[in-house]
């Protein structure tokens, strides 16, 4: 099997490209048809371009499964002399189908200082042979946030149960994801 790499990919849409136009060129067929035909190999190359980095194992910025098993992390602080903003990056199974059932895939959280501070302890974790099992959770924004007075009089608004938030869906609502050891499995006495 032969397998092109980036520059050997190019090369096969440049030859794809020649051909249609070739083919637009020397045949009989309307030019409605040979418009709708340069249209769709453009969108097909637009869609090839997207569709390559889910398939070669990048992280997704879809949302991790509800529960997962996670087996490593890796943490981007955000760098101010660069402008990068941070991320996460989790690798996790899907735990729906059982510890083992599920391969595992990459999810790009975005950075937050509460959610670095989780994923280093499950880290620590992972790496003493402790696995460890995600959970994530939905809220809605200020679901869990109550009014609380201070030692002045002053009303503020807290975070009754302390969880890393990350803003999604355009604020509507926050995922809070929390880490535990994953138990022992069962197994029958003999």
């Known amino acids: 099997m032969v397998i092109l790499g980036t520059s050997g990919l190019v090369a096969a849409y440049v030859v794809v490209a020649l051909l249609?136009?070739?083919?637009?060129?020397?045949?009989?067929?309307?030019?409605?048809v040979k418009a709708v035909a340069i249209v769709v190999v453009s969108a097909l190359y637009v869609v090839t371009y997207y569709s390559f980095p889910p398939l070669l194992g990048w992280p997704t910025d879809q949302k991790p499964p509800k529960r997962?098993?996670?087996?490593?992390?890796?943490?981007?602080?955000?760098d101010k002399a660069t402008g990068k903003v941070g991320e996460i990056l989790l690798?996790?199974?899907?735990?729906?189908?059982?510890?083992?059932?599920?391969?595992?895939?990459?999810?790009?959280?975005?950075?937050?200082?509460?959610?670095?501070?989780?994923?280093?302890?499950?880290?620590?974790?992972?790496?003493?042979?402790?696995?460890?099992?995600?959970?994530?959770?939905?809220?809605?924004?200020?679901?869990?946030?109550?009014?609380?007075?201070s030692a002045g009089g002053e009303q503020k608004k807290v975070d009754t149960q302390a969880?890393?938030?990350?803003?999604?869906?355009?604020?509507?609502?926050?995922a809070i994801i929390d880490f535990y050891d994953l138990p022992d499995p069962l197994f029958p006495e003999k």
């Open 163 to 174: 969880r890393a938030a990350e803003s999604v869906a355009g604020g509507q609502s926050s």
């Open 20 to 32: 249609l136009l070739a083919l637009n060129l020397n045949s009989r067929w309307s030019w409605p």
């Open 68 to 78: 997962f098993n996670l087996i490593a992390v890796y943490v981007q602080e955000p």
């Open 91 to 149: 690798w996790a199974a899907d735990m729906a189908q059982g510890p083992r059932g599920a391969e595992p895939r990459a999810y790009r959280m975005p950075f937050s200082p509460e959610l670095h501070q989780k994923v280093e302890e499950a880290g620590n974790k992972i790496r003493k042979g402790l696995p460890q099992l995600g959970e994530l959770r939905e809220d809605k924004v200020g679901a869990n946030a109550t009014r609380a007075s």
